[in-house]
DNA sequence: GACATTTGACCTCG
DNA sequence: CGAGGTCAAATGTC
């Protein structure tokens, strides 16, 4: 079942914005392209060349953010072979998908470490549009709460391989940090994210469309030696980046090389596979707003721009 | 009974 | 060798 914007959004201010952001993107994709150019014949770093590359970035991840929300058939504009995320190209591989043969049973704990890399999307800490099944739960040093540990239910059906981990920040108990390994390649989704509006206005679309930072870019904190181990698994990072097809994104970059977020802690209803917060179940409605207004999130960007797809 | 969660065991990696 | 990640039997829930 396809996503839909909920009627209350108005599809002129959908578009509106949309086509903002992606003349910005297209301009600043332009200059980027000419001092892509100029970098490779300094061969100098794209980033030192250009700091504002990670508004470049911001920018693209929120034009695909709403690409991924809002269905690009009905967007006349959208370069439709643009690859934004795995989201995206999940869609588009759905068709030729084949249910994968569940995968032999392996020898108790025999399985291969994973890559470190990980993404992330805005979500609710537990309902991200997916149905995760808890398969584990580990104390971490120096980490007050234990670490959960989730994966797609459909990973033996359909041999999904997304996990997610979901740990309670400990100096800030209203948030959560969920890490995304892997992306989702099975093609069933729960079911189509909920937006419920709380703004007495509903025409205002801003927990969609702000394409505000959370924070200020540091840009001291920029890596400049990118290694090409860490370039591809931030290329990787990037398209494999989960798939909600209904959730807004929103980066930040503070310098790390991590690629998480943090999600304030909101009682919401709960699945069957719903987590515990101090042990207590907790149950309620979700509000995307409160999330969205006060969602942290870490990404590193350093050299991403350069796999960005150029108009 | 089917499915989800818990939890100790086991494995890999740094 | 310890930390972190996963497995799978046991247990819980509907």
Redesign the pocket.
Known sequence: MEFSWPESFPSSQIHEAFDQELIHYQQLSDTLSELSCMSQNNQGDLATSYSGSNHTSEMYANACSIMGNYNVNNVPHIHKNTTCSSNSIDRLDDKNMVKTVKPA??????????SSWTSSNITSWTDDGYAW??????E???AKHK?N?Y?C?YKFDQGCKA?K?VQKIEDDPTNFKITY?QYHTCKNFLRPRQIILDSPDVNDTSILLSFESNRLIDNKKLDHKSTPKKEKEQQECFSSLPLSNNQPLRFDYNGSHDFTKLVPFEPVSLT???L?HDGSIFSGVSSPIYEIENILETIDFNGFPIHFPLY
């Open positions: 049973k392996k020898k108790r704990g025999c399985y291969t470490r994973k099944r808890k398969y584990g739960q580990k971490i040093q120096n670490r540990y994966r239910i996990t981990q390994h069957s596979s719903g515990e």
